[in-house]
């Protein structure tokens, strides 16, 4: 692992145990007595069984919240109703049957590379193996053929010193959770273990993201594999329990618990090429403890779904649980662009600079956060898809792709979408101009309207 302050990491559902109605204020007798129920607390009971061998309406415990809240014999929140109305154990564990899903669809990730040293007429004197461990997530998986589609870290299959020609390990092996890791880290391969050779498909190292292919393998058909599942991490709020999956310090697959620091910010590291130049990845941050190894693994909310892939924490001193993940829709683009243009990212650029006029925060219903940004145009690139199409001073309020309308609340949806836009393709842009809100279509069917990104 690389010394740096920001560095790159190599190397929910309530569960009811007890259910019933608790001593402490009025029970829930009393409060349908006060709403109109005559009789003893039996024939109370007998009435929520049904008659004549039929049930009786389901009553669900909203249900019974909501009507104690209408009849103003309870204010507080759910929660509190749960506490003070029901004997309630949520155990510790409580999570455990997602997390086992999660735990199938991460693999551990180990690279061989080489590199040799040549003497003063070119020939070789030595070479040298050596190896890198890191973490991956199934993002789809056909178990009858035993394929699968693998996401990890572009830094966690890649290194500039290697004598490949792109970088990119020829020996990355993959292993299940509870596989025998036979990793020899003196060959850089497997050695009669259950490794599953994995294939390179493409990626990008300025977005950190790598497209990993298994074919054919036995031990996938034969295996408990799971398909993570992508969620919605523009929809991801601060404050939420998050679980990080991965291969902390190549010691095999773990879990470690937090909540979602931030949901959007940005980082600067230097290029993973080796080059004078530094590059910005957009990010969300968790306190969930992150190591040496986690690089490439997933990062999952309380529901089991996958809104971030893990690439760096801080190191500096006197800071701690300050872990890093690229967001699940970036990831998703960034994943699709690559299958959509031979291994590489060639994203649609639309020649605009936008800035943030405004923000608004609001709660939403369910008690939560949301942050809205509004979003103007500041420039225009001379003869850039934009040019002539759209105008400095625009509000931009949605995008409409596919025939699907996407709300532009927060700047970095801008670039996001534009992954998804291929050669040919019509975008209708939904602006604010001079207060009246109209419609530009922008038709990308120049060479010019994409660039190619490392």
Known sequence: MKKKILTTLLASVLAFSAFGLAGCADSAYDIAVKNGFTGTEQEWLQSLQGADGQ????????????????????????????????????????NVEILAKNVLSTVSIYTGFETTETGLLGQVVSKEVYCTAGSGVIVDLDREHGNAT?????????????????????????????????????????????GIKARFVGGSMDYDIAV????????????????????????????????????PQGMGIAV??????????????????????????????TDAAVNG???????????????????????ADGVENVGYALPATQVLGVMENVKNNGGSIKRATLGVT???????????????????????????????????????????????????????????????????????????????????????????DKDFMFTAVQ
């Not at 190894?293 to 190191?315: D, H, M, Q, T, W």
């Open 55 to 94: 049930d009786a309406p389901k009553l669900t415990v909203h249900d019974v919240y909501e009507e104690a809240v209408a009849s103003g014999e309870f204010s507080g929140s759910f929660s509190e109703f749960l506490e003070s109305y029901l004997a309630l154990s949520v155990p510790e564990n409580n």
């Open 212 to 247: 990993l292919e298994i074919q054919g393998s036995n031990i996938l058909k034969e295996s408990l594999a799971e398909e993570a599942t992508f969620g919605d991490s523009n929809s991801a709020t601060v404050g939420e329990k998050v679980y990080v999956v991965g291969n």
């Open 256 to 285: 470690s618990e937090g909540v979602l620091s931030v949901d959007s910010e940005y980082i600067g590291m230097k290029s993973l090429d080796g080059a004078n130049r530094t590059v910005s990845y957009r990010v969300m941050r």
């Open 354 to 444: 936008v800035i943030i006029a405004d923000t608004t925060v609001s709660m939403k219903t369910d008690g939560t956060l949301l942050l809205t940004e509004k979003i103007e145009i500041a420039d225009i690139t001379k003869f850039s898809a934009a040019y002539n199409k759209l105008q400095t001073g625009d509000i931009m309020k949605s995008m409409i792709y596919g025939g699907v309308t996407y709300p532009l609340t927060r700047r970095f949806y801008v670039n996001d979408l534009l992954l998804k836009v291929q050669k040919g393709d019509t975008v209708s842009w939904i602006i604010e101009r001079n207060g009246k809100e109209m419609s530009v279509e922008i038709t990308f």
């Open 150 to 194: 693998v996401i990890t870290n572009y830094h966690v299959v890649y290194d500039s010193g290697a004598t490949t020609k792109d970088g990119i390990s020829e020996d990355i092996w993959l292993y299940l959770y509870g596989a025998v890791n036979a990793f020899n880290t003196k060959t850089g391969k497997d050695e009669n273990g259950d």
């Open 293 to 315: 190894g986690n690089s490439g693994g997933p990062l999952f909310n309380s529901r089991g779904e996958l809104i971030a892939i893990v690439n760096a924490k801080s190191i």
